[in-house]
């Protein structure tokens, strides 16, 4: 590939239909570029199925064959930290409702940073929604209005009030004290452990990262083969950039939509090879855990009650991962299971942060779905599996 020395950002849609979109994306080269580019592609609905990357060192040349329902461009933003602002929903409920408003912001590339849902005796249903706007238009009463009338045609009848206002970003903070959660979310939660016997069937452990640094003279090469899964790429993007690496050349192929053979160039921030063996282990097994177990999955009980609880590591920029709400809200709508309650908050676990999705169930006569076929269900969904 060669590399040229202009930004550019080429979109190539398929000759047939069916075929991939071709990406193509050559810019100044910065530690973190691929985690921030597929994190981009993984916010706009779309999955990676082959890619190229090369650089220079000072230049990357980027080539990324995409599939998925959206083919919408990303666009530029200044880098500062985006305007937060608070949604308020005042509607009555229904099933699917909640997912019905989550559809909404996603099309709307409205990012949800924090959520609390309730719902009171006699059917209201009260959402408070912390967004960021991608187009960074939100202030706009043009903005506002577009919000309010998408939101009013799918909730139709059902919608009794809807605001926006900007607050804080102290709104969307990580709080540091944990309130209750379950071992099954803290345990096995730290990046050197796998899973345990209970979760062995809903993950795929067939993982395989080699390292290599007798084929190249200036880099250390990993070879990653494993089961292809939805923000893949992003999972060991945002690894890397986790662990301040560079990508000098890479190139992914995923073999009928299951298996990804994936080979890296990396070096160190230096410019050195890894040649520390504890160093080459702690690296290994960050990206065996993070590719068996991206996100953890949990339906426990809390008293009476039902709660499904997500838990996915969010990366040291303080980003977290794109569509986990919008994909929850989904398998439950499937499911025909109705949400009582839900919140988004970010978490201190061990020495890392999570953002963690509680959602209460309710459960009206009785819960009709068994809780394993709900983690099952959400966790197929979260990955991009077939349900």
Same mark, same amino acid.
């Given at each position: 590939?060669?590399?040229?020395?202009?930004?550019?950002?080429?979109?190539? $849609? =398929?000759?047939?239909?069916? /075929?991939?979109?071709?990406?193509?994306?050559? *810019?100044? #080269?910065?530690? !973190? @570029?691929?985690? %921030?580019?597929?994190?981009?592609?993984?916010?706009?609905?779309?999955?990676?199925?082959?890619?190229?990357?090369?650089?220079?060192?000072?230049?990357?040349?980027?080539?990324?064959?995409?599939?998925?329902?959206?083919?919408?461009?990303?666009?530029? $933003? =200044?880098?500062?930290?985006? /305007?937060?602002?608070?949604?308020?929903?005042? *509607?009555? #409920?229904?099933? !699917? @409702?909640?997912? %019905?408003?989550?559809?909404?912001?996603?099309?709307?590339?409205?990012?949800?940073?924090?959520?609390?849902?309730?719902?009171?005796?006699?059917?209201?249903?009260?959402?408070?929604?912390?967004?960021?706007?991608?187009?960074?238009?939100?202030?706009?009463?043009?903005?506002?209005?577009?919000?309010?009338?998408?939101?009013?045609?799918?909730?139709?009848?059902?919608?009794?009030?809807?605001?926006?206002?900007?607050?804080?970003?102290?709104?969307?903070?990580?709080?540091?004290?944990?309130?209750?959660?379950?071992?099954?979310?803290?345990?096995?939660?730290?990046?050197?452990?796998?899973?345990?016997?209970?979760?062995?069937?809903?993950?795929?452990?067939?993982?395989?990262?080699?390292?290599?640094?007798?084929?190249?003279?200036?880099?250390?090469?990993?070879?990653?083969?494993?089961?292809?899964?939805?923000?893949?790429?992003?999972?060991?993007?945002?690894?890397?950039?986790?662990?301040?690496?560079?990508?000098?050349?890479?190139?992914?192929?995923?073999?009928?939509?299951?298996?990804?053979?994936?080979?890296?160039?990396?070096?160190?921030?230096?410019?050195?090879?890894?040649?520390?063996?504890?160093?080459?282990?702690?690296?290994?097994?960050?990206?065996?855990?993070?590719?068996?177990?991206?996100?953890?999955?949990?339906?426990?009980?809390?008293?009476?009650?039902?709660?499904?609880?997500?838990?996915?590591?969010?990366?040291?920029?303080?980003?977290?991962?794109?569509?986990?709400?919008?994909?929850?809200?989904?398998?439950?709508?499937?499911?025909?299971?109705?949400?009582?309650?839900?919140?988004?908050?970010?978490?201190?676990?061990?020495?890392?942060?999570?953002?963690?999705?509680?959602?209460?169930?309710?459960?009206?006569?009785?819960?009709?779905?068994?809780?394993?076929?709900?983690?099952?269900?959400?966790?197929?969904?979260?990955?991009?599996?077939?349900?």
């Amino acid at each position: 590939m060669g590399i040229l020395y202009d930004d550019v950002v080429i979109i190539r $849609h =398929p000759e047939k239909e069916g /075929d991939p979109v071709v990406i193509t994306v050559n *810019c100044p #080269d910065k530690t !973190g @570029l691929g985690c %921030d580019l597929c994190r981009i592609i993984l916010f706009f609905g779309l999955s990676i199925v082959r890619g190229d990357v090369s650089t220079d060192g000072k230049w990357c040349y980027l080539v990324f064959w995409v599939v998925g329902n959206s083919t919408t461009s990303a666009e530029s $933003h =200044p880098p500062r930290p985006p /305007d937060v602002f608070l949604l308020k929903l005042a *509607c009555h #409920d229904r099933k !699917g @409702l909640l997912h %019905d408003v989550t559809g909404v912001l996603c099309e709307l590339e409205l990012t949800i940073k924090k959520v609390k849902v309730s719902t009171t005796p006699d059917g209201r249903v009260m959402d408070l929604f912390f967004v960021t706007d991608t187009r960074e238009l939100l202030h706009t009463n043009k903005r506002k209005e577009d919000t309010y009338d998408h939101l009013r045609a799918v909730m139709g009848n059902s919608m009794i009030s809807c605001d926006i206002e900007m607050v804080g970003l102290e709104s969307t903070a990580c709080s540091a004290e944990s309130s209750f959660l379950p071992t099954a979310i803290t345990e096995n939660i730290l990046p050197l452990q796998m899973p345990d016997e209970a979760q062995s069937s809903l993950t795929s452990t067939n993982v395989s990262v080699i390292m290599d640094n007798m084929l190249s003279p200036a880099h250390t090469l990993v070879q990653i083969v494993c089961r292809d899964h939805k923000g893949l790429v992003y999972d060991i993007m945002r690894t890397l950039k986790d662990y301040n690496i560079q990508i000098s050349y890479g190139r992914f192929y995923i073999k009928h939509r299951r298996t990804c053979e994936i080979d890296l160039f990396i070096m160190q921030a230096d410019g050195m090879k890894i040649v520390d063996p504890n160093k080459q282990k702690a690296l290994s097994s960050r990206l065996e855990m993070e590719l068996v177990r991206p996100l953890r999955v949990a339906v426990v009980s809390r008293g009476p009650d039902t709660e499904l609880m997500v838990a996915n590591p969010v990366e040291l920029s303080g980003k977290g991962r794109p569509l986990v709400f919008h994909d929850i809200t989904l398998a439950l709508t499937m499911l025909n299971s109705c949400i009582f309650s839900a919140e988004i908050r970010r978490r201190m676990i061990g020495d890392r942060e999570f953002e963690v999705y509680r959602v209460l169930l309710d459960e009206g006569e009785g819960l009709a779905v068994p809780r394993r076929k709900i983690e099952e269900q959400v966790w197929k969904m979260l990955m991009g599996w077939e349900q």
